[in-house]
């Protein structure tokens, strides 16, 4: 790789060769002293032009354990608020040496663009409504962990389909290992069309026999007026409960990439359940983003 802005072009083989090295890294991080030199002289750069917590947190420690040096960039914090673009700010970055620029935009596309403007590795912290490829790597690898192998495996997600870049990121990669991906959600909020998965606004359709289900976040920043009528409908039509979630396999598992809306997307007892993997989905995004930081830097300046 020399960049990851989605899963255009990749193998399944490259997929498991990186799960591969996100395992050793968790054994990094089984340790009593979690760090290791592999990127020791290197500089990682978080650089989010839109809020996150678990994505720009894990990349840091992720960035940390491996002994890189770490650049914060904040966008509220920054001369963005003087009128600067993104383009000056990621030259400024790159002419103080930076190697690798872990990007988050509200806009579809602008870590594409970066690579035209730095030398330095790109990796697509999430994009608008397009992609957020290392959220779909983590996913991926805390479902190989709960069930072994995903071949021929049944994987619903349900909720906001048409903003989610989540989605839009697992639908590439999960079929990818042989999954098949069923997306449900209110008619108002699935796209037109989604390649490689089934879209039904039909959750129990979704539900019977899924191997897991993930719910999405509302999210509201992003909709239109009048794209959901309510959320107590939202909630009495689509939220996942223990009752809903019979209708899948007795091992299904549950996932949620983050923030949720507790009570909204998922019930409060079932995320708190021993079937909600959402806490080890958090834990596995460090291991996972080490393993996308050395399989990009590691070698390249040699």
């Known amino acids: 790789m020399r960049h ?31 760090k290791v030199p592999a990127l020791q002289g290197f500089t990682v750069a978080t650089v989010f032009f839109e809020p996150s917590t678990r994505t720009r947190i894990s990349f840091e420690l992720a960035a940390r354990r491996m002994s890189a040096d770490v650049v914060s960039f904040s966008a509220a914090s920054s001369s963005l608020e003087k009128g600067e673009s993104y383009k ?8 103080m040496g930076v190697d690798a620029y872990v990007i ?41 962990e709960a069930l072994g192998s995903l071949e021929g495996r049944k994987i619903a997600i349900v909720g906001d389909i048409l903003h989610s870049r ?10 990818l290992l042989g999954a098949e991906v069923w997306c449900a959600g209110p008619p108002t909020l699935l796209p037109e069309r989604l390649p490689n998965v089934r879209l039904t606004p039909d959750l129990e359709e979704a539900l019977k026999e899924a191997d ?19 959320l ?20 299904a598992v549950l996932l949620h990439p983050g ?11 079932l995320a708190d359940s021993e079937r909600s993997l959402v806490n080890r989905q958090v834990q596995n995004g460090v291991a996972v983003r080490m393993a996308v930081l050395y399989h990009l830097l590691v070698g390249r300046k040699a």
């Open 88 to 95: 000056d700010t990621l030259l400024t970055l790159e002419a």
């Open 104 to 144: 988050r935009a509200d806009a579809a596309g602008v870590p594409h663009q970066a690579t035209r403007w730095v030398r330095g590795a790109v990796i697509n912290g999430g994009d608008g409504r397009r992609a957020h490829p290392t959220q779909a790597l983590l996913d991926a690898f805390t479902l190989l």
């Open 212 to 230: 897991a289900v993930m719910a999405l976040r509302l999210q509201k920043e992003r909709m239109a007026a009048g794209l959901l009528p309510s």
């Open 166 to 175: 989540v989605a839009r990121s697992n639908a590439e990669l999960l079929p």
């Open 232 to 251: 107590p409908e939202y909630v009495a039509l689509y939220q996942i409960t223990e009752e809903r979630l019979r209708k899948a396999k007795p091992h």
């Open 259 to 269: 923030p949720m809306n507790r009570d909204v997307e998922v019930e409060g007892t």
């Open 4 to 34: 990851l802005l989605d899963f255009q072009g990749w193998s399944r083989k490259e997929v498991e060769d990186l799960f591969e090295t996100a395992r050793l890294m968790q054994e990094v991080l089984a340790r009593p002293v979690k």
